[in-house]
């Protein structure tokens, strides 16, 4: 009798909202406060995240009530295991493929189960539909959040492109779990609207909306950064190598609009050694590669290219194409003097060779630079 008492004492504690009072609900939103009545209290827990006081329609003892938001809470609970040891790309891949992999399929499993409960409470009264709705956008929120947490090999975390790829992927397998937080939230604002009773419950979902936003956009941000190295010409050449002696590049531009022809030509050539890379790789496949590529592009109020295309190539290397618009992607040229402008570029790539005694000149002279002097 006396387990039962206590027993039935920990639901109401439960049904009240917890052991404790706050006046702050989701990340400083206001979710209580003022007059509550007796055994309620301002935050009801849920795992490691809080909720608004619950509302009399949704009462935790009931078992129809309580059997889906216990389901909740145990989802809510989980975490993905944490990487043990130095994180390598070895060991990043071996969490990937047992402990993560395990992690989310048992996680995805449970969150099913839960949601399809929290679904079934949908013909019950206006307060219990928003509860269940906000617990599922939740649950949702808390796997987007559990995969954002995942570790990043090395490898991929040092390089812009596969950082690039990485988080495009990352991004596609959020953005889906992100809206459906998003429409669960907004369905309990909509029926909060005209619930009193679900005052609480209105701002936390106009703020559970927010974080899903956030949670999206700063995703989205990372990507728009690690592309941006991806074409900065500093990557070009730190990936591919400066380019090899000899290899010479001409530019000649012709300009429509406020922006001088010989400038767009002259910011190409002094900015030649990412095209030359390019260049130098395409050579490592091709000894004898030359030839001429036009690039038409828009150039920008502030300088910056976009919609760049190749209109003519000789070279006929699709590498080195891509490799040379990317390189312009990154450019940022003289800005128009007025609006905006639009370019043709011909760039001519090709090997001039270097005579013998020029090479041997050059050899002598470092050589000598490196030996020691009486006044050393």
Not at 143 to 166: C, F, Q, W
Not at 200 to 228: D, I, K, N, P, T
Request: proline share 6%; with cysteine; glycine share 8%.
């Amino acid at each position: 009798m006396k387990k039962a008492m206590l027993g039935v004492a920990a639901l109401c504690l439960m049904a009240c909202g917890g052991s404790g009072t706050t006046d702050d609900g989701w990340d400083g939103e206001d979710t209580a406060g003022g007059e509550e009545p007796a055994c309620r209290l301002s935050e009801t827990p849920i795992a490691g995240y809080r909720l608004p006081v619950l509302p009399t329609g949704y009462d935790l003892l009931e078992p129809r009530h309580r059997e889906p938001w216990d389901q909740a809470q145990a989802v809510l609970g989980q975490s993905a295991p944490e990487l043990t040891g130095e994180p390598t790309d070895e060991s990043v891949q071996a969490y990937f493929d047992g402990p993560y992999t395990q992690f989310l399929s048992a996680h995805r499993e449970a969150l099913v189960q839960a949601e399809t409960s929290l679904n079934e409470l949908s013909e019950d009264s206006a307060d219990v539909r928003a509860v269940a709705s906000t617990v599922v956008g939740l649950m949702y929120y808390h796997m987007a959040v559990e995969m954002l947490r995942a570790p990043v090999p090395p490898r991929v975390a040092s390089d812009p492109v596969m950082t690039a790829h990485y988080l495009s992927a990352i991004e596609q397998g959020v953005q889906p779990i992100l809206q459906t937080v998003t429409d669960r939230a907004e369905y309990c604002v909509h029926v909060a609207a005209s619930v009193p009773e679900l005052h609480r419950w209105q701002v936390y979902c106009f703020a559970l909306v927010g974080h899903a936003v956030l949670q999206a956009h700063q995703v989205h941000s990372m990507l728009v950064e690690a592309e941006e190295q991806a074409q900065s010409p500093e990557y070009i050449v730190r990936r591919w190598g400066s380019p090899r002696a000899g290899t010479n590049l001409g530019a000649h531009a012709q300009v429509q609009g406020n922006l001088n022809s010989d400038d767009v030509a002259h910011y190409v050539t002094s900015h030649q050694t990412p095209l030359l890379a390019c260049y130098h790789r395409a050579l490592d496949e091709n000894e004898g590669l030359h030839g001429q590529l036009v690039l038409e592009f828009d150039i920008a109020a502030d300088g910056t290219p976009g919609a760049i295309t190749e209109t003519v190539s000789t070279l006929g290397n699709a590498g080195l194409s891509n490799c040379v618009q990317t390189v312009f992607g990154g450019f940022h040229f003289p800005a128009p003097t007025e609006g905006t402008a639009h370019a043709s570029v011909a760039l001519d790539m090709r090997i001039i060779p270097i005579p013998q005694e020029a090479l041997e000149g050059s050899a002598g002279a470092a050589e000598s630079s490196t030996t020691p002097t009486a006044a050393e």
